[in-house]
């Protein structure tokens, strides 16, 4: 059971409980031992995502708690929304939006990789490259909230492709193999199924908003776009811990000449990479990089994610 009062929330243990978590623990990396009532304060009108664990530290759902997260991975995060919560619905468009299914067989990975692409009518005039493609494609519904912005001539006929990885850490974490896959691969099929657009884009959240920085960086010829949503900029290289590895995408843009990029970036302030996305959109303006930088309160989810879509599109695509 939760308590909610203004700014503080006080998680009352169920049986079993002796931890809890969430994104203001950054999940499992320090779970707060809990035996009695605890209470917590939060940034005003706050979304929160939060679970228990067991004494094996097994997560589960606070029992009492009927709110479901909007996670398409897990099923034990329950939310709390506090007092002033607003939650800032993208438009809806006015007929049912076509997706279609495409397979290629990958000489970069050796095996046959799926893609999702929205062609909007009229032709498009920019491609957006998702990552984590079917979580945007399913639970944000990013098709949607395209062509419902499109048809309020908010932005200009944007195509979209929804990427889909196999093991997401791996690919996208500076991999070459990932970055051969979507340049000389899913580009080149899908114009010539869909014809080429004069500019193009990638968006992705957490580690895929790092891949889309780095692919960014790495080719500022190819995409004119980018959107990172919670980026995970700890990361390095050499390195392989997502928590503790030094920024090196932002010192790597730091150092070298600034580059024709639009940047959209945005952030939860429940969750460890606010820092790091703050020193990235500071680097950013002292590079004098065209770029919007926004923090909502809320954390590492979808909730955080699915109202930046409206705002990240007409920022990058609009009229």
């Known amino acids: 059971m939760v308590e909610v009062h203004n700014r503080h ?3 009352h ?26 209470t917590l304060e939060f940034p005003a009108g706050a979304y929160v995502e939060y679970a228990f664990l067991d004494e094996n530290q097994q997560p589960f759902p606070d029992p009492d708690n009927p709110h479901k997260a909007q996670n398409p991975w897990w099923t034990y995060p329950r939310a709390i929304e506090l007092p ?23 000489r970069a990975f050796g095996s046959t990789r799926r893609y999702y692409v929205y062609n909007p009518e009229p032709p498009a005039q920019a491609t957006l490259f998702v990552h984590d493609g079917v979580a945007y494609y399913r639970t944000a519904r990013l098709a949607e909230v395209a062509q419902g912005l499109l048809e309020q001539g908010a932005i200009k006929p944007v ?15 500076f991999s070459p193999a990932y970055e051969q896959h979507v340049l000389e691969e899913i580009i080149p099929a899908v114009e010539a199924h869909y014809g080429p657009t004069a500019e193009k884009g990638l ?13 960014g960086w790495r080719h500022p010829q190819t995409f004119q776009k980018i ?12 390195g392989g811990d997502s928590f503790t590895d030094p920024e090196w995408l932002t010192e790597q843009y ?7 990029l639009r940047f959209y970036c945005e952030t939860g302030q429940i969750e460890w990479l606010l ?45």
């Open 9 to 11: 929330v006080t998680f």
């Open 13 to 38: 243990p169920p049986a079993g409980a002796r931890f809890l978590v969430g994104d203001f623990t950054d999940w499992n990396r320090r779970p707060i031992p809990i035996q009695a009532p605890l």
């Open 84 to 106: 002033g919560f607003r939650y800032n619905a993208p438009p809806q468009p006015s007929r049912a939006v076509e997706v279609h299914r495409h397979r290629l067989e990958s």
């Open 159 to 173: 195509r979209i492709v929804f990427i889909e990885p196999e093991d997401r850490r791996s690919e996208y974490w």
């Open 203 to 215: 968006l992705g959240a957490s580690l895929g908003g790092l891949v889309s920085a780095w692919l």
């Open 227 to 238: 959107a990172t949503q919670s980026a995970c900029l700890t990361a390095a290289p050499e």
């Open 254 to 260: 730091q150092t070298t000449p600034a580059l024709p």
């Open 275 to 319: 820092a790091p996305n703050r020193r990235f959109a500071a680097m950013l303006a002292d590079k004098g990089y065209a770029h919007a930088y926004l923090e909502r309160p809320s954390g590492h989810n979808w909730m955080t994610w699915r109202q930046g879509l409206a705002p990240a599109l007409v920022y990058l695509f609009g009229n």
